[in-house]
RNA sequence: GCCAGCGUAGCUCAGUGGUAGAGCAGCUGAUUCGUAAUCAGCAGGUCGUGGGUUCAAUCCCCACCGCUGGCUCCA
């Protein structure tokens, strides 16, 4: 690996030299290596770097790799460096800053070109593998937006060709799982110039939605939570006491109506605490859980937006647990449960766990904070769940545990979330009566197993590309009559079907079998039920399976009886012996 | 929001400085056929929007909108 990444980082080198050919005034960032290959972060003085260039850097590369020229490594003092690379303004900054203590730096020389690097390298540019340069993005120097934007290149290399090939064609058909391909194919959802983000919910889309809901629900019964419906928009003032208005007002909307000032929700959360505070609650009440579906509305960067994974309206499971502090540890590890179980039902068994803690903009004391950290991390602990921190990533008001996974070319996403708040019940006034008569401030969990029921439709397209698991399929069977002559008795069937709680469709078009099949195949409908003469007479159907299974000819009762098994299964297989 | 690319019929895509095509889908007709595409005909687009250059723009230029990939940000 040690060696692989100095090849990849060795390429990068070799991106800058054939840029500087092309562009002798090129500034050079940063260019590390990465999963697959290397960038390098460029700025023109001029211009910039087109797709038009990376054909031409390409060609430039191949001959330096060709070249065999030799990876010098040499140390220098780093006054000396600072003349050296006096027109490079971002490795003057870098000696200037990070390496400011340093008295000695290493620069790496191959053929015509130097850069300040830390290495290691390959000795020479023939030990180059295979590269190819892949794309061109934005980036900001030190990454941040606040300064210098500059041109990132990507890169990809590989020891051999070969396996190069096969990376390509991997993501190639790790692109074919995207879930804007297969909620269009599949009319699931879409979306529209009129709104930008906001996603539509087309019929087969929605059902999935209602079938989450339904779910999620069932679970939130189970374990003693309540439900609520709070309104989409509320005054300005309430977002004010919530600390929104200040914290995260760039992704609010606004709207004055009457002469007042309202917000559309970006959290369900203010709301909640209304319900709460509308009575006298007494700790017999503690651990309240109030559940809500709340569509809540944020208004993200244009450039964020990605189907239904990044969107700007989008409807939360949240929940709420108000609780006594002693109980925080076994609520959260109630939660860490009730999420492994549910994405162990959907099929996910590969997740990432984080501890987000305080970012920079926040309310509340440093101490509460640390107790609010420490209370997730020791819930995780105590169920043995192993996890990373993410610093400073936390929501204002409180730390987070993050459940992510990734997309089909492996982009993370944060799923679910659980986050410990003493900071919302105090600024709202939250009280309870405690055994000691005296009044009590509770503590607060924010909490949500799918996260954004669109954000996790979005996941559950792309690990199954639309072919669910029957007991969540939008259309579970359809009935395919063979010939017209059939129709009749296939109208009585689906009639059954439905009836039975079979979500469930029929194919009455003038079609061949072969094309019914097709068709609904292409829908990835997990059950087609093959109607002929012969089945038509003695109440038979014939399933043939999405996996082109054949079941043969059986009663209908029997297959609906068959069917029952597999979707109070939740079984991922199609039909259970 | 930033950088680059893209935007042609419902969908997937071809194409040209002289106002556009294909396949699928749709409609009509014929076919009634056993496990992934029956045949024929018809219809369908102010080529994202608005400016500009030009005798003439879908094609060239500019702006805006949207989308894609990244950056930053996030469920």
Not at 282 to 293: G, H, W
Not at 384 to 394: D, F, Q, T
């Amino acid at each position: 690996m040690a060696e692989l990444n100095a090849m990849r980082h060795s390429a990068a080198h070799i991106m800058a030299e054939a840029i500087q050919r092309l562009y002798p005034a090129a500034q050079f960032a940063y260019g590390p290596e990465t999963e697959d290959g290397f960038y390098y972060d460029v700025k023109l003085p001029e211009g910039s770097i087109t797709e038009e260039d990376l054909p031409r850097i390409e060609k430039i590369m191949r001959e330096i790799i060709k070249g065999k020229h030799l990876f010098a490594r040499e140390l220098i003092p780093r006054e000396e460096a600072l003349k050296l690379f006096a027109d490079q303004k971002f490795k003057v900054l870098t000696l200037n800053n990070l390496l400011k203590d340093e008295p000695v730096v290493s620069v790496y020389r191959q053929g015509g070109f130097v850069d300040l690097c830390r290495g290691p390298h390959v000795s020479n540019t023939a030990e180059i593998g295979a590269v190819k340069l892949d794309r061109i993005a934005g980036s900001y120097w030190l990454g941040d937006a606040k300064n210098e934007p500059l041109q990132r290149v990507y890169g990809l290399c590989f020891p051999t060709k070969q396996e190069l090939d096969e990376y390509v064609h991997r993501m190639e058909e790790a692109r074919k799982r995207d879930h804007r391909l297969t909620g269009k194919q599949l009319k699931l959802f879409s979306f529209h110039d009129e709104g930008p983000g906001f996603p539509f919910m087309l019929p087969k889309g929605r059902t999935l939605f209602n079938l989450l809901v339904a779910y999620n629900r069932a679970n939130n019964d189970a374990r003693g939570y309540v439900e609520i419906h709070t309104p989409a928009m509320l005054v300005e003032d309430l977002w004010k006491t919530s600390g929104h208005a200040e914290y995260y007002r760039e992704h609010m909307y606004f709207a004055e109506v009457d002469e007042r000032q309202f917000a559309i929700k970006p959290m369900n959360c203010p709301g909640g605490l209304l319900v709460f505070r509308e009575e006298l609650r007494s700790y017999r009440d503690l651990p309240m859980r109030v559940a809500e579906f709340g569509l809540v509305h944020r208004h993200e960067l244009s450039g964020v937006l990605h189907g239904l994974f990044r969107v700007r309206a989008f409807t939360q499971d949240d929940a709420h647990i108000y609780c006594a502090p002693e109980d925080l540890r076994k609520e959260i590890v109630d939660i860490i449960d009730l999420t492994l179980e549910t994405y162990r039902d959907f099929g996910f068994n590969e997740f990432t766990i984080y501890v987000a803690t305080r970012p920079e903009k926040a309310i509340g004391e440093p101490e509460a904070w640390e107790r609010a950290t420490a209370a997730l991390k020791e819930a995780l602990d105590a169920k043995g769940m192993a996890y990373k921190i993410k610093e400073g990533e936390g929501a204002f008001y409180g730390p987070k545990i993050e459940f992510n996974v990734k997309d089909c070319i492996g982009r993370q996403w944060q799923l679910g979330t659980a986050q410990v708040d003493f900071f919302l019940p105090q600024r709202f006034g939250l009280e309870y009566i405690g055994a000691d008569g005296a009044a009590h401030t509770p503590v607060m969990i924010h909490r949500a197993i799918f996260g954004s029921l669109e954000r996790f439709l979005g996941i559950l397209i792309e690990q199954t590309m639309g072919a669910f698991p029957a007991w969540i399929a939008p259309t579970q069977a359809t009935v395919l009559p063979i010939t017209d002559a059939q129709n009749e008795v296939a109208r009585g069937v689906w009639a059954r079907l439905k009836k039975a709680g079979v979500r469930a469709e029929l194919d009455v078009s003038p079609e061949r079998l072969q094309k019914k099949i097709r068709n609904a195949q292409l829908q990835k409908i997990p059950y087609m039920l093959v109607l002929g003469g012969k089945e038509a007479e003695s109440g038979m159907v014939a399933p043939r399976l999405r996996d082109g299974r054949d079941l043969g000819a059986m009663p209908l009762e029997d297959f609906i009886a068959g069917f029952k098994r597999v979707e109070a299964a939740r079984a991922q297989e199609l039909w259970l012996e």
